[in-house]
């Protein structure tokens, strides 16, 4: 189940990364993942390693990824929008900061 779950991560990664390149950028620039890495690790911490949990986590911070455009195209004057960029990456640091210390990795994490 390990080799097929870590097979299955790999072909989805694989797919992210082309939808990536592909549907948003349209050309690979380099620095255009824009810390979403850090994101993503941040979702399966909060998820607790459980798929429902990271998938609710995963939903949080879509829906921030999408209410930061939201705010951008509503054109609010007077905020400059890079607050609203920094709005995914600041409420991943808000959440793990409230969730550290209660979220432990699995024992077999890194096993063979």
Excluded: C, D, H, K
């Amino acid at each position: 189940y390990q080799a097929l779950a870590v097979l299955f991560a790999g072909g989805m990664a694989g797919l992210a990364g082309a939808t990536l390149v592909l549907a948003q950028a349209g050309t690979f620039v380099e620095g255009m993942s824009a810390g979403r890495g850090f994101i993503a690790i941040a979702i399966v911490v909060l998820g607790r390693w459980r798929p429902l949990g990271v998938a609710a986590a995963a939903l949080l911070f879509g829906a921030a990824n999408s209410l930061q455009v939201l705010f951008q195209s509503m054109g609010w004057q007077g905020v400059p929008y890079q607050l609203f960029l920094a709005l995914p990456y600041l409420l991943t640091l808000v959440v793990l900061a409230g969730a550290s210390g209660r979220a432990a990795a699995p024992a077999a994490l890194g096993r063979r």
